[in-house]
């Protein structure tokens, strides 16, 4: 089992900044991607970016050149810095590691953290 911790949410005005947080702990193999996704009210949860130990990250258009997700091996943590805040990007934000092992994969979810871009 993988348990999943984030921290970091809150309300935060346009333009702004916040650092996303998510330590995960227990069996984590080394083949895994850490990211995190979110999910506005009467939307679809949606990738907002990934990043394997290895390769390079992926991020959703709306959110290239404004988040930067990066992450600490060590420490198996991963973080989303999301700067020039919009509105549009208020949601509930969930972190996900896909875990890889023997041709299965193994999904786990935190519970999300709310952002919320307003003046």
């Known amino acids: ?55 390079s990250p992926n991020y959703t258009n709306s959110v290239k050149g404004r988040f930067t997700i990066s992450r600490d091996n060590a420490k198996n943590t991963v973080y989303l810095q999301m700067s ?8 509930l934000y969930y972190c996900n590691v896909k875990l890889f092992s023997a041709g299965n994969i193994y999904d786990y979810w935190g519970q999300g953290t709310q952002v919320t871009v307003s003046s």
């Open 84 to 91: 020039s805040l919009k509105p549009e990007d208020t949601a």
């Open 1 to 55: 089992q993988v348990q999943l911790v984030e921290s970091g949410g809150g309300l935060v005005q346009p333009g702004g900044s916040l650092r996303l947080s998510c330590a995960a702990s227990g069996s984590i193999f080394s083949v895994n991607i850490m990211g995190w996704y979110r999910q506005a009210p009467g939307k679809e949860r949606e990738l907002v970016a990934t990043l394997s130990g290895v390769g």
